[in-house]
């Protein structure tokens, strides 16, 4: 047999490290309760690939070939580290198993899948959420502790510490490795769900997409794993419908809001695959189903001045009755102005503020500027819009307000 070449034993490994690392370190964690032998013998298994694979050539079950050398390296790991007592008898039962090979896979069910365990653990309600954040890109997503820290803008150093941390905790606590029970499932899926969507709106609002398409791969994991709920569906939808306009929204480093977004440089293929993300029969409606439909209301206008508005008011109220917040009643207040009137929208937004709800945040006041200037007020839009630009957080949403100001001050020319 001719011996491959390192280009094809490369790729042959990368390809079943991206579909088969986690279920593989999923299992290992499971087996031996000890979450650094099981990534550090996954890794020295790759490892080994790249040594013997040039030579013997590329198995024909490259994922069982990792596994039987991860779990042998597991065995040697956790003896050489003298684990517990309690952890002797299940180190003897692996041995036993590889030797006889009978190391089966783990079970897929959407029920009892070790990846499903791992993904609960990692976003234990025990963990503060940077924890679960970072413990799910390492070991989850499979990000190195470098790529995670430059990310978060930290050092790797920092990011490190707060892995082992988290892991240590899991441990110390003895946080259970395991899927939550039916009564405790609906909370904790919301935790993971809300892991995922901040890994990506962290990701989203830098021009490295990389958090981004990270949080869209977990998202697709959960839809797998989970099949027969639909908020792990409707966040992978959002998700998508959200991502689909990256091109357009930032434009030589520079942001361009939904409204001026040329839409021929939207994702039509990550819009398509969103629509086909539909509920279950007899899904119940959540909050990021509501959620995605209210991004797909956008998607399917052909311009900003077709966007259903009435559609959109209709989806804030349906979200506010399950997922009160001032964020959700100050983008409604923005629908009400383009649905009904500039002055409809201003009262319900300074309805908002009376209330205490929202302060001084920098949104409140841009979302003012736009409604005063569609109102024919551009001076007060322009004193609105410099609270805004004073309050933003970043240099690139501040240059975008500027360039807005620029925009009306001519108007206030006699």
């Known amino acids: 047999m001719r011996a491959p070449t390192d280009t094809a034993v ?65 065995i040697d790991l956790a003896r050489r580290r003298e684990v517990e007592r309690a952890k002797l008898a299940q180190i003897a039962d692996l041995d036993r198993r590889e030797t006889l090979g009978a190391f089966d896979p783990p079970d897929r069910s959407p029920v009892t899948d070790d990846r499903l365990r791992l993904v609960f653990t990692c976003c234990h309600p025990a963990l503060s959420l940077e924890a679960r954040v970072a413990l799910t890109l390492k070991v989850v997503a499979g990000l190195s502790t470098a790529a995670i820290g430059r990310a978060f803008l930290t050092s790797e150093a920092t990011m490190s510490q707060r892995v082992l941390r988290a892991k240590r905790k899991i441990a110390n606590a003895g946080i259970p490795y395991r899927v939550p029970t039916a009564a405790m499932l609906p909370e904790r899926l919301e935790g993971v769900l809300a892991v995922v969507y901040l890994v990506f709106t962290d990701g989203y609002a830098t021009t490295d997409h990389t958090l981004a398409e990270e949080a869209i791969r977990l998202g697709r994991l959960l839809v797998e794993l989970m099949p027969g709920h639909d908020e792990p569906r409707a966040l992978l939808a959002l998700l998508l419908l959200q991502h689909s306009r990256r091109s357009a929204r930032l434009v ?65 109220d349906e979200l506010l009755e399950i997922a009160p917040s001032p964020v959700v009643e ?85």
Request: aromatic share 4%.
């Open 330 to 414: 100050l983008n409604r207040a923005i629908a009400v102005g383009m649905c009904d009137s500039p002055l409809a929208g201003l009262a319900g937004l300074d309805t908002v503020v009376a209330e205490g709800r929202l302060g001084d945040h920098y949104l409140v006041f841009a979302a003012r500027a736009d409604l005063l200037a569609r109102a024919g007020r551009p001076a007060e839009a322009v004193t609105d819009l410099d609270h805004a630009i004073e309050g933003a957080p970043t240099s690139r949403e501040r240059r975008q307000l500027d360039r807005r100001r620029a925009q009306l001050l001519p108007r206030q020319e006699p």
């Open 10 to 74: 490369q790729q042959a490994l990368a390809d079943t490290m991206a579909t088969e690392r986690l279920r593989i370190v999923a299992a290992l964690i499971h087996r031996t309760g000890n979450w650094d032998a099981a990534e550090d013998a996954v890794a020295d298994a790759a490892e080994r690939a790249l040594r013997r694979w040039p030579q013997d050539g590329v198995p024909d079950n490259p994922a069982a070939w990792l596994t039987r050398v991860a779990v042998r390296r597991a």
């Open 252 to 316: 030589d480093g520079e942001l361009v809001t939904l409204p001026h977004q040329d839409r021929s440089r939207w994702d039509t293929a990550a819009i398509e695959e969103a629509r086909a993300l539909q509920p279950p029969p007899g899904a119940g409606r959540g909050r990021y189903r509501i959620e995605a439909d209210l991004a797909a209301v956008h998607a399917d206008a052909a311009g900003p001045d077709d966007t259903d508005w009435l559609r959109i008011v209709s989806l804030y």
